[in-house]
């Protein structure tokens, strides 16, 4: 079955760093784009970034632009998110999922909080 397994979340202070790995099971993962979403208490699911099965189309929310940087490597089933100047506004769960735009599958989401 589809498996995406989320990791790499916690706290960090305002201008600190995360990286958060998504290893996925059960698909064939160079035949797909993946996302990564987040979602704040209150607030939407909202995209952050996402990049297309090959690599060569990235998309990243303007909110995230210039900070974060989407990856992937394709022989170890893995798609990053690479957080870098962090901001108390982007704590939230952060969701892995299958899709370029059109989600289908998730994961279980791992908590970033940006605190001092």
């Known amino acids: 079955q589809v498996q995406l397994v989320e990791s790499g979340g916690g706290l960090v202070q305002p201008g600190g760093s995360l990286r958060l790995s998504c290893v996925v099971s059960?698909?064939?993962?160079?035949?797909?784009?993946m996302s990564w979403y987040r979602q704040a208490p209150g607030n939407e699911r909202e995209l952050v970034a996402s990049i297309s099965n090959g690599g060569g189309s990235i998309n990243y929310a303007d909110s995230v632009k210039g900070r974060f940087t989407i990856s992937r490597d394709n022989a170890k089933n893995t798609v990053y998110l690479q957080m870098n100047s962090l901001k108390p506004e982007d704590t939230a769960v952060y969701y892995c999922?299958?899709?370029?735009?059109?989600?289908?599958?998730w994961g279980q989401g791992t908590q970033v909080t940006v605190s001092s």
């Open positions: 999922s299958r899709g370029f735009r059109t989600p289908d599958y």
């Open positions: 059960g698909f064939t993962f160079n035949w797909y784009g």
